[in-house]
């Protein structure tokens, strides 16, 4: 059975040839052209994954985004937009999207995120890399499907985290993230590394999407007086470690 995508998008030229691209691609596609008809169509047929235009009259995007959020509703959800400020893109990653691409783009950029987004809808298990150079990799506990290091703790079953007693309301992104952060606590992942294994696809050297999510999961983790988790190696990638 091919793969379903709910597309809402208000621009009929763009719609239509979002479309016909997608369905060539092998996707069934169900195109609508405001939110309201994206919820009722997600709320009757669930797809596999959503794509949705953020600015849209009546209910956007980032509306239709929250409700399904609030819903339970885990389904991955690609946003299209036209807006390039990172406090824009922050807004949809709060609203619980899980990627973004912006306009114009590239068809083959869409079709690449949404493989990645619609491989992660049942992750496996990430592997566990080899012994790694350099400064020991810190003490990382793995018990069934939990994962525990720094102070988180992550049941990889229910898809649920804590940082001590808090529980951490994470997107489907950043618990993959965090997930790969966990398990190679300690240990330096590039940049390139991180790409492909979050998103299946490098973005190249220019791309700030690494770096958006990144600093939206600090902002959910960091507490007043703890020490930060996640830190930037300048140049190569990033580590967790509790410092």
Same mark, same amino acid.
């Given at each position: ?11 009929? +030229?763009?719609?239509? &040839? @979002?479309? $016909? ?6 996707? !069934?596609?169900?195109?609508? =052209?405001? /939110? ?75 079709? +690449?995120?949404?493989? &990645? @987004?619609? $491989? ?6 990430? !592997?566990?890399?080899?012994? =790694?150079? /350099? ?75 690494? +770096? ?5 999961? $600090? ?6 007086? !703890? ?17």
């Amino acid at each position: 059975m091919p793969q379903t995508v709910l597309l809402a998008e208000d621009d009929r +030229a763009i719609r239509h &040839a @979002l479309e $016909r691209a997608l369905t060539l691609e092998g996707y !069934a596609v169900t195109a609508v =052209a405001d /939110g309201v008809e994206a919820l009722a169509q997600a709320h009757t047929n669930p797809p596999d994954v959503l794509v949705l235009d953020v600015m849209m009259p009546g209910i956007d995007g980032l509306q239709v985004c929250r409700v399904l959020r609030a819903e339970g509703d885990r389904t991955p959800i690609l946003m299209l937009t036209a807006l390039v400020e990172t406090a824009d893109r922050i807004a949809g990653l709060d609203a619980g999207a899980d990627d973004y691409v912006v306009k114009p783009f590239d068809v083959e950029e869409v079709f +690449a995120r949404l493989r &990645a @987004l619609l $491989r992660r809808t049942s992750p496996a298990p990430a !592997a566990a890399p080899g012994p =790694a150079e /350099g400064p020991a990799r810190e003490a990382v506990q793995a018990v069934g499907r939990q994962l525990e290091a720094a102070g988180l703790r992550m049941d990889l079953q229910a898809r649920r985290a804590w940082r001590g007693r808090r529980e951490l309301e994470l997107t489907r992104t950043e618990f993959e993230l965090l997930e790969l952060l966990v398990r190679n606590a300690g240990v330096v992942l590039d940049h390139s590394t991180i790409y492909d294994r979050i998103w299946g696809y490098d973005f190249g050297p220019g791309s700030k999407n690494l +770096a958006v999510y990144v600093g939206y999961l $600090r902002r959910k983790l960091d507490e007043p007086g !703890a020490p930060q988790l996640i830190h930037t190696v300048r140049g190569v990638g990033y580590v967790l470690r509790e410092d």
